[in-house]
């Protein structure tokens, strides 16, 4: 059963107080918990600052509570790494601003938790690798700035699979060797996904408003549907990637994941923006939306024509029933459902896209690690593959580093096998893939099953992955968001929402209006 608010907000729990000290925090009581408690299930972020606005709550009453939250439920899911110690004191900081009419930005007040591969200057970045343990750069990502900006608070770091789930063939999702083990709120025997995982179970068990995360391939999408909530996995190009430990320069992208479309809205359209840094970024300079906020009309899917597309976790027969359920909503909404849609590609395909991202990893990595302004800046993947074999008990007790010594093999990207693999796999999946599919089928967006029912964890084998949709988005560099329709059994499976470079605004408008058809509860 989802612990969401059944571990965490028991009466026994409400009474609790923090672990700060009394001048820094005065603990809620059960009651005032109990009214938050209500508030933060109903509301969307929007909602949430209307609340503040109306003297409902204030941002340290919300912090304080996520806070509580953390504290209670991270024992056992190990969903955060690091809690900023500054939050209170920027909550009652941004009370004081609402208070004297004041609004810095759409996320005024409102805490955040952001994976532990993306740079926030008061903790350290460690990508979950004891070899970062200290990284502490003291510089925000620009996609961290811009959220401080529109006024949110960052809250913490969440857990995530070592490296973003590039050193081992043979992982456990949502492993690291600073956070352990990451646990399915939903079933704490039962993974997260990756590499994403401590924002998708943070978001999904109340531990903060919304979460960021990180994408190559499918860790933010997978961790989304794993755990139940809403996650979008950008067009590259459309976020900076400037500041977050990377894998790939044409697959990377960060993206949010929270509990409604409407707050994915809200966080793409802040975090998006040219970077001078990231030449990826130019892509949306002359095609960049303000704001994402959808299209609220009932009617908005009628004529919409979107492709069904086949993919592996519609082999789960309790998949496909949920997934057939769900056409039939959307027929009888009026949309155009264009089936018997698959992806077809070439013989080798999956193994130049493996070999693209082992070439892009060492050359990204060693950049960035050069980069650090501190004594990191010294690393390089060869000497973590060294500091890996020195501290195997902590760093290897499960699962070896065959990707990160296949990666140190690999030529600099003039080679032309790197070269000539990029160019097969980004035929395939754009004007052989998904731009054929939209333009042959005349579709508005394309629609699958992300992901089978989140498998039992196991760090002795590894995942046991049965079924999931994410490469031809992620390969492409075109966006893909998730959001959930239901459960097969006690675990949540969510809808895959995709189209053409830069679709973001119609795909985010199209999943709006399936949220609000599905009617999906969070809590």
């Known amino acids: 059963m989802l612990i969401k608010l059944t571990l965490g907000l028991s009466l026994m729990t409400m009474c609790l107080s923090f672990k700060l000290s009394a001048n820094e925090n005065t603990p809620v009581t059960e009651q005032r918990s109990q009214a938050i408690k209500e508030i933060v299930q109903q509301s969307t972020i929007p909602q949430l600052i209307q609340a503040m606005k109306a003297n409902q709550l204030t941002s340290t009453e919300l912090t304080q509570f996520f806070i509580q939250q953390v504290e209670t439920l991270n024992p056992q899911l190990n969903a955060v790494i690091a809690m900023n110690p500054n939050a209170l004191g920027i909550a009652k900081q941004l009370d004081e601003e609402l208070s004297k009419g004041k609004i810095r930005g759409p996320l005024h007040g409102i805490p955040l938790l952001i994976k532990d591969n993306i740079e926030t200057k008061e ?209 009888k909404e009026g949309a155009v459902l264009v089936e018997g849609l698959s992806t077809e590609p070439y013989a080798n395909f999956y193994q130049d896209s493996y070999d693209v991202l082992l070439y892009e990893f060492k050359a990204t990595l060693n950049d960035y690690l050069a980069q650090l302004p501190n004594e990191y800046n010294t690393l390089t993947l060869k000497k973590l593959i060294e500091f890996n074999q020195t501290h195997a008990a902590l760093e290897m007790p499960y699962f070896q580093q065959e990707i990160f010594e296949k990666s140190q093999k690999k030529a600099k990207l003039t080679d032309p096998s790197y070269i000539k693999a990029l160019q097969n796999v980004h035929q395939a999946t754009r004007e052989d893939g998904l731009d054929k599919m939209l333009k042959e089928h005349d579709l508005d967006a394309i629609i699958t099953v992300t992901l089978t029912p989140a498998w039992s964890i196991d760090r002795i084998n590894g995942d046991h992955f049965t079924g999931s949709f994410s490469s031809f988005p992620a390969v492409s560099g075109y966006p893909h968001l998730t959001l959930p329709i239901g459960k097969v059994h006690h675990m949540p499976v969510g809808l895959s929402v995709t189209g053409g470079s830069l679709s973001e605004k119609e795909l985010i408008a199209i999943a709006y209006r399936i949220e609000q058809l599905i009617g999906y509860k969070y809590h």
């Open 123 to 331: 903790m350290a970045t460690t990508a979950g690798s004891l070899a970062l343990k200290d990284n502490l750069t003291h510089r925000d990502a620009p996609i961290i700035a811009k959220l401080r900006n529109a006024g949110a608070i960052i809250l913490g770091k969440t857990n995530l699979s070592e490296w973003a789930n590039m050193r081992s063939e043979r992982s456990s999702s949502g492993w690291s060797a600073i956070g352990g083990q990451t646990r399915n709120p939903h079933d704490l025997n039962r993974s997260t996904c990756g590499s994403s995982s401590g924002s998708g179970a943070a978001v999904a068990a109340f531990l903060s408003v919304a979460a960021i995360g990180t994408e190559t391939n499918g860790s933010i999408t997978c961790p989304s549907s794993a755990n139940g909530i809403v996650g979008i996995k950008p067009t590259v190009g459309l976020l900076s990637r400037t500041g977050i430990v990377p894998i790939s320069h044409t697959q990377d992208t960060a993206g949010p994941m929270t509990r409604s479309v409407v707050d994915a809205a809200i966080l793409l359209s802040v975090m998006q923006g040219v970077d001078d840094k990231d030449a990826a970024t130019k892509i949306a300079k002359e095609r960049m939306n303000d704001d994402y906020m959808p299209e609220t009309s009932k009617h908005f899917l009628k004529g919409k024509r979107l492709g069904v597309l086949y993919a592996a976790p519609l082999a789960h027969e309790h998949v496909e029933l949920l997934f057939n359920k769900t056409k039939k909503v959307l027929e």
